[in-house]
């Protein structure tokens, strides 16, 4: 087995945040070896990463975080010293219907990661490890219709099962750090978006609907308000933090991009428009204003400025240069779309790796 540097076990590697990050490591970094632990639940999909899939850094193990003894097997057999936990269940409306599968996966699955790292690493110098979880800005709560932004010194105050569930694997990654003195780093980053996500999120959802002329379901009013990153900026982001960032600390990622539901969808509806070549607003007809989300946070805005100051850390990516790019990835891709929706995509792995 060749040498390499550094091993890093990326979990959630096939889902849409994921797939961004173990792309951008496989590819930077050709001397580490590069684990993507994921269950390949509905959103994982491993034609996310087909272009790596063949590289020599790179290795696909299809595991359940919360299988203590295959994680177990996977930090001894590729002697894991640096985690990039993204593995969750992410969805907020999923999390309303079954909320046990949350804190089975997003707290269960992450302390059973903290505990196998902990396993492999106490007794030797851990001061070159990193255990890096991947968190949300909704933990924090909802902020008022105008004025002020999340900080890392904000109140966790989550209102999801979703968001309850993340704040919970925060706390027990802050824990291992002051109990274990393991060295681990936190981040809670606003909505992403970008190629390659599952189409129940708001972006992919309406880029698909629109493309075939499909109802576009806004909750409320569409009145509330997130703040979007463009995906591949959050990947930069995780990179930068990974390899600088303090142990035991916290940081926020956003993009200072804060919009209305509402003018998002206007906003995808005109360069989706324009892209297929139909008259300007030919699909406003589209919105139709349905039943609000249970529990639904007004407003989330991201204050990033420790990251910034104290990493150097900034977005390159607009949010007009980011829609273009996302909405063209879509309609550039549509056979992608068209695998998720029908569910074909699933079989992906049987067709790859064979039925073990
Ligand atoms: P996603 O739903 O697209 O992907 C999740 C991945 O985790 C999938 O590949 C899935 O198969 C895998 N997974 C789920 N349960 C698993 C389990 N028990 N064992 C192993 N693998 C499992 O999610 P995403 O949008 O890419 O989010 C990734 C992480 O980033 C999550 O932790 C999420 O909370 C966080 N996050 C997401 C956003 C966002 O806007 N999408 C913003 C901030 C933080
Ligand atoms: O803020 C970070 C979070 O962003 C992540 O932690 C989550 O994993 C991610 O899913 C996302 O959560 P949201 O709930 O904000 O994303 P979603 O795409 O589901 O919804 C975005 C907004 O659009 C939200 O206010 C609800 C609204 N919406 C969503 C859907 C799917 C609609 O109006 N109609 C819809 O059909």
């Keep these: 087995m060749a040498a390499f540097k550094r091993n890093i076990l990326i979990t959630g590697g096939a889902g849409f945040i994921g797939n961004h990050v173990v792309r951008l490591f496989v590819n930077k970094y050709p001397d580490y070896r590069i684990i993507n632990l994921d269950k390949l ?10 272009d790596v899939a063949c590289r020599g850094n790179y290795v696909f193990a299809k595991c359940d975080i919360c299988d203590a003894a295959a994680v177990a097997e996977l930090f001894a057999r590729y002697d894991i010293d640096g985690v990039i936990h993204l593995a969750a269940e992410s969805h ?30 106490r007794g030797g110098d851990m001061s070159g490890k990193r255990f890096y979880h991947i968190s949300t800005d909704e933990v924090y709560g909802a902020l008022h219709a105008e004025g002020g932004f999340f900080t890392e010194a904000t109140r966790y105050d989550p209102h999801s099962p979703y968001s309850a569930s993340k704040a919970s694997s925060d706390h027990f990654v802050r824990a291992f750090h002051d109990t274990y003195g393991m060295p681990t780093l936190v981040t809670n980053c606003s909505n992403n978006y970008g190629p390659r996500q599952f189409p129940e999120k708001l972006i992919p959802l309406f880029v698909n609907n629109i493309r075939r002329r499909r109802p576009l379901p806004v909750y409320g009013r569409g009145l509330n308000v997130r703040d979007w990153l463009y995906v591949e900026d959050h990947a930069r982001a995780i990179d930068l933090i990974f390899h600088h960032g303090h142990a035991g600390e916290t940081y926020n990622i956003g993009g200072h991009n804060e919009m209305r539901n509402i003018d998002m969808v206007k906003a995808l509806i005109a360069v989706t428009d324009r892209l297929l070549g139909r008259a300007d607003g030919e699909d406003s007809g589209l919105i139709t204003y349905v039943t609000d989300r249970a529990g639904h946070d007004l407003r989330y805005a991201i204050d990033a400025s420790k990251l910034e100051r104290e990493l150097g850390w900034r977005p390159q990516v607009s949010i007009a240069e980011g829609l273009e790019l996302t909405v063209k990835w879509y309609l550039d891709n549509q056979q992608w779309l068209d695998s998720v929706t029908s569910g074909e995509y699933m079989n992906y792995y049987e067709k790859m790796y064979g039925n073990r």
């Design 41 to 50: 639940t509905y959103a994982g999909n491993l034609a996310n990463v087909s």
């Design 92 to 121: 907020v409306d999923r999390s309303i219907h079954d909320p046990m599968a949350f804190a089975r996966t997003n707290v269960l699955g992450t302390l059973t990661l903290l505990q196998a790292a902990l396993e492999h690493w």
